[in-house]
């Protein structure tokens, strides 16, 4: 039965490996998922499998309650708020981990240090994942504020909870640990989370759920490594690993190291650079955009958050489908980092049926914007602002941004004249070229498409 049970593991890792793998492609993706599903369910029957195992009915049970909750509200969440269902289920499993390794050294049965050790790091950084993801799920569902929340001597407090939650952590590693110990050590690993966290803005969304993505991978690691368990280990091994190199990207791609993410405050009110942006904020009517898009060659379209929030993103597969019939040449650019977790655009694109081969990414889509006549931009602030590239007193200064300003003409959609996250004027909005569409992207997409249906 155990060789059995270690073929079964082997070929869990190998669909895991598989579903990451093809997970890497938007053509792909959904056949990834649906093989890593696999994987995980081949893991969970063969747990059940080994000998000497008890609680199995509760065990089961609990399997079938969460099974039952995730299924039902996977079905229900909408697309737009896809980026609070992925923190709050990446939260989930960091706090499986950290549950594991608090089962475990309360049991009190690990008589070798390393794997006390091991169990203490994967319940500390299980319980940090867990709780910094409720917070972030929080900021995305609204229920606080997305601007960074700080306070005096915030970053001594938060350097105070971590010193000691390693000093809790290290008395547990004397053998036969004391049970309030534990309990304060998850207590203050559970306060890091939360303090780690409250300061980030909501700008830094997508840095941060990779992040905790990566960190619930390592906790699941460690833990497998404590249980002896290969799936674990491997499973958590590459979620960590890509959870890593995805946060290292999306940091690259905002040209802040990690550490800006998480001790900077970005995102703060006040942040707004010092270079005085000069012209005005400039209006168009529908009927006028609509003319300008009927007759260019080529319209590139910048969607951002503002295309989520108004669930826009099938409007903007109507408007692409009519321009195209129109023998207009219609391209989508994706910055790294827009909208509230990684690859959010596409994922919203996708599921409104727009071709994979449209969709381009910043490095791909960047020197194309001098030949478009016509940049649309709907509902991206930060991830277009020009000041980016000459504002050195920018919080946003050096990021890598799209260069909507080199288009022949900028239409942007817009609810109203709010700065973006960063929280600074967006000197894109106050260009020659420049003309803004004021309201819901979604209302302003459809009448945009009846006025071209008009024109025929």
Do not use: C
Not at 21 to 31: C, I, L, V
Not at 136 to 145: V, W
Not at 153 to 158: D, E, F, G, P, S
């Amino acid at each position: 039965m155990e060789h059995l049970i270690q073929a079964a593991y082997f070929l869990t890792v190998f669909l895991f490996v598989l579903g990451l793998k093809r997970m890497s492609s938007p053509a792909t993706a959904r056949s990834g998922i649906k093989w890593a599903g696999v994987a995980m369910g081949l893991a969970i029957v063969v747990t059940m499998l080994t000998p000497g195992l008890h609680n199995i009915g509760l065990m089961l049970l609990a399997i079938l309650i969460g099974a039952g909750v995730a299924w039902y509200t996977g079905g229900k969440v909408a697309m737009t708020d896809m980026p609070q269902m992925v923190a709050i289920y990446n939260g989930m499993g960091g706090g499986a981990a950290a549950a594991i390794a608090a089962v475990e050294l309360l049991r009190g049965e690990m008589d070798q240090t390393g794997m006390i050790l091991l169990s203490v790091i994967g319940g500390l950084i299980g319980a940090v994942a867990f709780r910094g993801s409720m917070i972030a799920f929080g900021k995305l569902q609204g229920l606080i504020s997305g601007r960074p929340i700080t306070f005096p001597a915030q970053h001594v407090l938060n350097l105070v909870v971590l010193v000691v939650s390693l000093l809790l952590g290290a008395t547990l590693l004397g053998g036969d640990p004391i049970t309030l110990m534990i309990v304060l050590f998850f207590v203050a690993a559970l306060a890091y989370g939360i303090l780690m966290t409250l300061p980030i803005g909501g700008a830094d969304m997508p840095v941060v759920i990779s992040l905790y993505n990566a960190l619930t991978g390592m906790a699941v690691a460690f833990e497998g490594f404590a249980l002896g368990n290969a799936a674990m280990i491997v499973a958590g091994t590459v979620v960590g690993a890509a959870g890593t190199l995805l946060t290292q990207l999306m940091a690259k791609a905002m040209n802040r190291p990690i550490s800006n993410v998480l001790f900077g405050g970005f995102g703060k009110p006040g942040a707004a650079g010092a270079e005085e942006i000069k012209g005005s904020l400039k209006a168009i009517e529908t009927e006028d955009a609509a003319v300008m898009m009927r007759y260019a060659s080529k319209v590139i379209i910048v969607p951002g958050y503002g295309m989520a929030v108004a669930q826009a993103q099938h409007k903007i597969r109507e408007l692409m489908d009519l321009l195209e019939g129109l023998g207009v040449e219609v391209k989508f650019a994706i910055h790294p980092v827009a909208g509230r977790m990684p690859g959010h655009m596409n994922v919203l694109l996708a599921e409104a049926g727009v071709p994979y081969d449209r969709l381009f990414d910043l490095e791909d889509i960047n020197a194309e914007f001098g030949s478009a006549n016509v940049g649309l931009v709907i509902g991206a602030n930060d991830v277009v602002n020009p000041a980016a590239r000459t504002d050195t007193s920018s919080p946003i200064y050096g990021m890598p941004i799209l260069n909507v300003d080199k288009a022949e003409n900028v239409l942007v959609i817009k609810r109203g004249q709010g700065t973006g996250f960063a929280g600074i004027e967006n000197q894109l909005f106050y260009k020659d070229n420049a003309r803004m569409l004021y309201g819901d992207a979604q209302g302003v997409v459809s009448a945009l498409i009846q006025q071209l249906k008009q024109l025929g």
